[in-house]
């Protein structure tokens, strides 16, 4: 099991060359960074649902499915990758995933305090910024082929707004709020310590911090076989019938990070329509706005509904409770808005 040095990778191959080393069955850590900027959609995300493709078209920006999971991300020259992996029933991988997270986010943690940034594990795949716990590194492990991978990156600088024009939203001006709440959640290197690390730096550390707890025989040369497969994955994991395959899932609100998400519904009921943004935090609903051009009488009695989903649960049931007993009360007039429209525009169908 060796140590390669990949640096900086054109081609996507930032993030197929894992895939090709562990489908080839080479173990390992690899240390990268992207050559270009593009888009990385998760395992299980809908990307059509939470990317605007055309906009990443007109912008000449890749996207790629990846065969991890985790939400979808930007990536740039100013990220360094940390790819390990590891034949599974080796002795090497502790029994429970999120144990496996734990251990193997600890040389992470170390680096980024050797940089000067104090940051502790969030679970299930979050590092945070210990003072404000802003997320600085989200991180995935999957299983591909015999092997199992833990993968993540390094931000020591992010570019919030170019993220935020990138995620698919249903009015324009949802953006904005999008792009503060990514400014309020995310952090990197710069921002909190005003230096921007070379790559070279933070590879050599990265690489001192993992040998602490995964035992390698050396460094080791690329696979050119490794490459060769790594190219052939591109045009798979780039291709329409990846990109759009239908994963099942339902992107009910775009993460920000671990615990964080944002929702902004719009739904055509027969009495107008329905706009409502949802902020949540660790589960619940922490603010909500609701507009469109509906009738409700009273019409004060809006801000009260908003103020009742406070604190709610964001699960269906508990808001359908809630919104239940707003629409049950006689004085509440709302033509052509049943429960069900509410729900749809707050939660989703």
Not at 222 to 251: N, Q, Y
């Amino acid at each position: 099991m060796k140590i390669y040095r990949a640096g900086r990778l054109d081609s996507l191959r930032s993030i197929t060359l894992f895939h090709a080393m562990a489908r080839l069955g080479y173990e390992g850590l690899i240390v990268t960074s992207p050559a270009e900027t593009y888009i990385s959609v998760g395992y299980f995300d809908r990307t059509e649902e939470i990317i605007d493709l055309e906009r990443c078209r007109r912008k000449g920006i890749p996207v790629i499915r990846r065969e991890v999971g985790g939400g979808a991300v930007l990536l740039d020259e100013n990220q360094v990758f940390y790819q390990l992996i590891l034949r599974r029933n080796q002795g090497k991988l502790p029994f429970k995933i999120e144990e496996a997270y734990r251990k193997f986010s600890q040389p992470v943690i170390n680096t980024y305090k050797r940089l000067g940034v104090e940051t502790e594990y969030r679970p299930i795949n979050d590092i945070v910024v210990k003072e404000g716990k802003r997320k600085i590194s989200g991180q995935g492990a999957a299983d591909i082929g015999e092997f199992f991978v833990f993968v993540g990156g390094l931000l020591l600088r992010f570019n919030t707004r170019l993220m935020s024009e990138l995620f698919r939203v249903p009015e324009e001006k949802f953006r904005d709020k999008l792009y503060k709440s990514l400014e309020e959640n995310i952090s990197w290197v710069e921002r909190e310590t005003g230096r921007l690390p070379s790559y070279e730096e933070v590879e050599e550390v990265l690489i001192e911090e993992f040998s602490k707890v995964v035992d390698f025989e050396g460094e080791g040369e690329l696979p050119p076989e490794a490459v060769s497969l790594a190219e052939k994955l591109k045009e798979e994991f780039t291709s329409e019938e990846v990109l759009l395959e239908d994963t099942g899932r339902k992107h009910r609100a775009i993460k920000i990070r671990e615990g964080v998400f944002v929702r902004n519904g719009l739904h055509k009921a027969r009495g107008g329509l329905l706009r409502a943004e949802v902020h949540i935090g660790n589960g619940v609903i922490e603010e909500v706005r609701i507009r469109g051009d509906f009738t409700l009488y009273p019409r004060s009695s809006l801000r009260e509904l908003e103020s009742l989903l406070v604190g709610t649960p964001f699960e269906r049931e508990a808001i359908e409770k809630v919104v239940e007993d707003f629409m049950g009360r006689e004085e509440i007039e709302f033509p052509g808005v049943e429960v069900e429209d509410l729900l749809i525009a707050i939660y989703g169908d």
